[in-house]
């Protein structure tokens, strides 16, 4: 039996001793570490703390940029920012939606359209995009929402700059409108936060799309210094914002407003270019909208009356819409009759009617017998189908793509650029031969031909130049010199000079639109294009019905095309009005009164004053008794926005 050893004072001791030295190392360790963490803090890490701490203190409120101007080739302003003060409603802040819609609108006396507008615009909308309720305030309603802001949960007032168009509906299709990101566009450019700054709009379309990047600028931001519960102390030094790049045009702004105001309330387009440079000067599509309405928000029923419009205001007329050339289309086929080895000497009988097969082609007036010349200045049909049926279309499509028909050219916009029809075209697209009816119905620029007003001013600019002029809009883009036009240049002479008889001579169908000048000539062509097959029983059955008895779209366009002067042409210019009527009546004096402008200011002045005032007026005064007109026709009460 073993002993048991007994447990003394000093086994005790020695005990409370290593417990006291493990207790005391762990705390020493406990403090060393914490020492270290605190020295890291405290130096290693000094910066990132300090950037934090500053952040609980001072806010930086963004500043949205000012977008780049758009000028002229005068330097004229186009589209401008002026200072505003605007509110906005951030959907995700939102707390009680009826009631601060319902406080806003009275606020600012919104109007029912933009109470209807505010409200669909929230509900389409994601929580990051701000939905615009007023802009260009005054200052006295601006002020009284400031103060209401900590009442009004997702309410944002700010001060910045709204775009401003001073040439109104005239530019509307030219320079597009800018508007709050939607969700796509945001997406599309990474969830740019950029995007979702209250009052930050960027371009839609036209040239505000197309130049966007250059437009936009860079945001600045307003520093404040804050509590912790959000209460301010002070303004700090702000941080400004980098305005965006200038954009200058070839556009003679002048020169595009009087063309967009001379073309009245017809449906159509004027296309203006520089003969040596190609430089577009105008090209005004109208009806049109006004950019101001979109920049600053479009109610539901300003979107609804143009939308339901038939003229199409939001379409450009001048790339995006395709049209017969009608008889426009005679001096290019001359050139091309010519090229073919067809003596311009040589007549034809003009009787009215022109059999191919089955089917009777007719003309417009018995002109008996004609050469080319007369052909051209008499608009002869009979004389283009038996001579085309000679050369045939081999020569035809070539030397129309060689004028610009069917070319899609370097702008910054989107365009249509037609069809020059041909025999492959044909079976590819109809699964179908070419026939001769084929070619005579290019012959007029009928059947499948089919362009843009850009287009017919390209090819007037073509023979008018002789070289292969490219359309350009923005100044200072890097053009190729335009080479020489494959073209024999008597046979340009040649057509010249007809194109000259059409306006200037006796017998010329564009007689009546001659320039009122002493030493200025316009050449031209003038085009009817039908948009409805006129059957034999029809004509056999009492004539032709006249276009007022129709019905506005059964109605022919109205086509010219023109250059001058005639000896050293500067300009050449086109246009298209739908369902017209002839070409000499309607599209011509069109023409003839916007190079008249460009000639002679006083006179083309005049003449504006004398057209508006037939008609009811200057433009902004019958844009707001039309839109009056058709809110009355729909129950609702008279616009309270300047046209």
Excluded at 135 to 158: C, F, H, L, Q, T
Excluded at 294 to 309: A, T
Excluded at 484 to 500: I, K, N, Q, S, W
Excluded at 515 to 535: E, W, Y
Aim: aromatic letters at 6%; hydrophobic letters at 40%.
């Amino acid at each position: 039996m073993s002993k048991r050893q007994r447990v003394t004072s000093a086994h005790q001791s020695i005990s409370f001793s290593r417990r006291m030295l493990f207790v005391g190392g762990a705390q020493a360790a406990f403090g060393a570490l914490l020492a270290g963490r605190m020295a890291y803090l405290s130096v290693a890490q000094n910066e990132k703390y300090q950037l934090l701490s500053e952040s609980n203190r001072v806010q930086l409120i963004p500043v949205p940029p000012r977008r780049g101007w758009i000028i002229d080739r005068n330097g004229q302003p186009i589209a401008i920012n002026r200072s505003s003060f605007r509110v906005d409603l951030i959907p995700q802040q939102i707390v009680d939606r009826p009631k601060v819609v319902a406080a806003l609108a009275s606020l600012l006396d919104l109007a029912p359209d933009e109470i209807d507008r505010i409200n669909g615009d929230l509900d389409e909308a994601r929580g990051f995009k701000p939905v615009s309720v007023a802009d260009n305030i005054p200052y006295e309603k601006y002020a009284s929402i400031i103060v209401r802001v900590p009442e009004m949960p997702g309410v944002a007032a700010s001060r910045g700059f709204a775009r401003y168009y001073p040439g109104g509906s005239t530019v509307g299709q030219l320079v597009g409108y800018v508007g709050a990101a939607s969700a796509k566009e945001y997406e599309k450019e990474d969830k740019n936060p950029l995007l979702i700054i209250p009052g930050v709009k960027i371009g839609k379309e036209g040239v505000e799309k197309a130049m966007e990047m250059t437009l936009r600028g860079q945001p600045g931001g307003q520093r404040v210094e804050v509590t912790a519960r959000g209460k301010l102390v002070k303004e700090l030094d702000p941080k400004p914002d980098r305005s965006g790049g200038m954009v200058k045009l070839t556009i003679d702004a002048d020169l595009h407003q009087y063309a967009a105001r001379r073309i009245g309330d017809q449906s159509g387009s004027v296309v203006v270019l520089d003969v040596a440079t190609g430089d577009i000067l105008a090209m005004p599509s109208m009806p049109s909208f006004d950019p101001n309405n979109f920049s600053n928000g479009i109610s539901r029923n300003e979107w609804r009356m143009l939308s339901e419009n038939d003229h199409l205001p939001l379409v450009d007329k001048v790339t995006e819409s395709l049209y017969p050339s009608g008889s426009t289309i005679k001096p290019l086929m001359s050139l091309a009759l010519l090229q073919a080895g067809i003596n311009p000497n040589e007549h034809v009988f003009c009787t009215g009617a022109y059999r191919v097969g089955n089917a009777i082609f007719h003309c417009d007036k018995r002109h008996g017998s004609v050469a080319m010349s007369d052909a051209i200045v008499k608009s002869c049909d009979i004389y283009f189908y038996e001579m085309a049926r000679r050369a045939g279309v081999g020569v035809i499509a070539p030397m129309a793509r060689r004028m610009g028909f069917g070319e899609k050219f370097d702008l910054p916009f989107s365009q249509r650029y037609g069809t020059v029809p041909d025999p492959e075209w044909l079976m590819r697209r109809y699964k179908r031969k070419w026939e001769i009816y084929d070619t005579v119905n290019m012959s007029i620029g009928q059947g499948n031909v089919l362009v843009n007003p850009l287009q017919l001013a390209v090819m007037a600019g073509r023979i008018a130049s002789g070289h292969v002029i490219q359309p350009r809009l923005i100044a200072g883009q890097r053009m190729p010199t335009p080479a020489a036009l494959d073209v024999t240049p008597e046979h340009l002479t040649f057509v010249r000079e007809a194109m000259g008889g059409v306006v200037n001579s006796s017998i010329g169908t564009a007689g009546a639109v001659r320039l009122p000048l002493d030493n200025v000539q316009m050449a031209g062509k003038t085009g009817t294009a039908q948009v409805r097959r006129i059957s034999m029983a029809e004509r056999n059955s009492g004539g032709v019905r006249t276009n007022e008895s129709l019905n506005w779209k059964m109605r022919d366009h109205s086509l010219f095309v023109a250059f001058a002067p005639v000896e050293q042409p500067r300009y050449c210019a086109a246009t298209v009005i739908e369902h017209g009527g002839f070409g000499s009546q309607v599209a011509a004096p069109i023409i003839r009164d916007t190079l008249l402008y460009l000639f002679d200011r006083q006179k083309g002045l005049a003449a504006l004053d004398t057209f508006e005032n037939s008609i009811g007026g200057p433009l902004d005064q019958r844009l707001a008794a039309k839109t009056n007109a058709w809110r009355a026709a729909n129950g609702l009460p008279p616009s309270d926005k300047k046209a």
